[in-house]
Nanobody, 123 residues
Framework: QVQLVESGGGLVQAGASLRLSCVAS????????MGWFRQAPGKEREFVSA????????NYADSVKGRFTISRDLSKNTVYLEMNNLKPEDTAVYYC????????????????WGQGTQVTVSS
């Protein structure tokens, strides 16, 4: 059974940084792409970023390019989302996701979801 467990969310002021982590278990971590999505109140869940199993191919939503960085540590079965210069519009529940590849995740073709972690950015 695949499990994705996120951590690292919290309440910060605009301009601050946070790092989200997601630990995966249940199937070979190195065989799949990992990603992050977010859902703000009253809005649909949206793609944020994804990284290939190799860590060499990444993709970002336009709204976070230049501010967020995704990475993965195969030895720890963990994917990270480093979020810098946070803005109030980044406030959302952030979900870790696993899928076949980066392109699939970009199209929201997700095999497994985490339970989510809340990120709140105050102005």
């Amino acid at each position: 059974q695949v499990q994705l467990v996120e951590s690292g969310g919290g309440l910060v002021q605009a301009g601050a940084s946070l790092r989200l982590s997601c630990v995966a278990s249940g199937r070979p971590f190195s065989s799949y792409a990992m990603g992050w999505f977010r859902q703000a109140p009253g809005k649909e869940r949206e793609f944020v970023s994804a990284v290939a199993w190799s860590g060499l191919n990444t993709n970002y939503a336009d709204s976070v390019k230049g501010r967020f960085t995704i990475s993965r540590d195969l030895s720890k079965n963990t994917v990270y989302l480093e979020m810098n210069n946070l803005k109030p519009e980044d406030t959302a529940v952030y979900y870790c996701a696993e899928g076949a590849n980066v392109a699939a995740l970009y199209k929201s073709k997700v095999d497994y979801w985490g339970q989510g972690t809340q990120v709140t950015v105050s102005s």
